[in-house]
């Protein structure tokens, strides 16, 4: 089995990464040479072990009855809608006009203390995921620093940060038994692509989420396609409309909530180095992709995936343009 001790072999290489890291090239060049030894025994022993059971992954009973009794998932392509926003004449200082009147005015709010002793971690992560949603998913292909082992999974504690440069985000959840094997190879070989994930490909998204043991390929189980890159090892999506190859700027890891057992929580930034965009899903310069094309699916609370099928526009107010209109700005700005 792969211990505990394996896993916190590797954790503990992990933390000294944090410094000096913006050259990026040089930066992981030498941690991956420090790591080379230790990582490739690792791996090999780590190969046949399962990861402990994951208190936050619910066990599902009858999925395929309760499915039975739900509408067809509509196929139909038809374009996606544009509304109106809820409440087009809002002016400065109306606040949320639109709210339901039965919550508006009696509702309460109840204070929750995420540390309190009888409050349970299981209960935190439902809060949360059901509460910040729509989440975007990022759907992540790594190779183990010995380029035998290829790993896909995907990942909704996920962002992009900035565009200039354009950075990312991912967090990596704490879970009995090793790191998860996407953390591990980002963190061995600071490489990565992040693939965007659409409608028409969320089962096989869903499937490589699986707790296969280190080395199973998720490309092989889910039957997606690999596509070559050219700035990092691992391989990108073919069916996905989006992806960024990027390279590893920082980790940190969340010491103070290590748990004996348990892989440590991090959170990894990633710089892009590459994109790829499909060619029919954007316009001539590569500078939009079409929502149409990619009909994005977020990740919501509990098991439940969204889709989005209507939007509508509110342009960016800007301060010069709207004190004119505005009388509640010009006194606001008057102080
Ligand atoms: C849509 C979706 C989003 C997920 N988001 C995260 C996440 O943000 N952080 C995380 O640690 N695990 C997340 N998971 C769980 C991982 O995908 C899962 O633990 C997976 O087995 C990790 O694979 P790996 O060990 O091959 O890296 C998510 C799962 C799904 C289905």
Same mark, same amino acid.
């Given at each position: ?32 040479? $420090? ?48 509304? $109106? ?107 990565? #692509? ?46 996905? #409309?989006?992806?960024?190859?990027? $390279? ?76 004119? $209109? ?10």
């Amino acid at each position: 089995m792969v211990s505990d001790k394996v896993a916190r072999a590797i954790q503990s290489r992990i933390t000294t990464i944090r410094s000096g890291r913006h050259n990026l090239a040089r930066g992981y060049t030498g941690l991956l040479m $420090k790591r080379q030894s230790s990582s490739q025994s690792a791996a090999s022993s780590a190969a046949a072990a399962a990861p402990a059971d994951n208190p936050i992954v619910m066990r599902v009973t009858n999925f395929k009855e309760t499915e039975a009794s739900r509408p067809d998932f509509d196929h139909s392509k038809t374009p996606i809608t544009v509304t $109106k926003s809820p409440d087009p004449s809002w002016s400065y200082g109306d606040g949320a006009r639109g709210r339901d009147p039965a919550t508006r005015d009696t509702a309460a709010h109840i204070e929750v203390d995420p540390y309190a002793p009888d409050r349970s971690m299981v209960s935190n992560y439902r809060l949360l995921v059901s509460g910040i949603a729509p989440r975007p998913i990022g759907f992540i292909s790594t190779k183990s620093a010995d380029g035998k082992s290829e790993n896909l999974a995907p990942f909704s504690y996920f962002q992009v940060i900035d565009h200039d440069p354009p950075m990312f985000i991912v967090g990596f959840s704490s879970r009995p038994g090793p790191p998860k094997d996407t953390y591990r190879n980002l963190s061995e070989t600071g490489e990565c #692509v992040i693939n965007t994930v659409s409608e028409d490909m969320i089962e096989a998204v869903n499937a490589t989420s699986i707790d296969a043991p280190y080395g199973v390929s998720e490309w092989d189980l889910s039957g997606l396609t690999k596509a070559p890159t050219t700035t990092v090892a691992p391989a990108r999506v073919q069916e996905s #409309v989006f992806s960024i190859e990027g $390279k590893v700027v920082d980790v940190n890891e969340f010491k103070d909530h290590a748990k004996d057992g348990k892989s440590v929580a991090a959170l990894v930034l990633i710089k892009a180095t590459r994109f790829w965009v499909r060619s029919d899903a954007s316009n001539a310069d590569y500078s939009h992709i079409d929502l149409d094309k990619l009909r994005p699916i977020a990740q919501l609370g509990g098991m439940a995936y969204g889709r989005i099928t209507s939007t509508f526009d509110r342009p960016r107010p800007r301060w010069n343009d709207e004190v004119p $209109k505005s009388e509640l700005l010009r006194k606001l700005g008057a102080v």
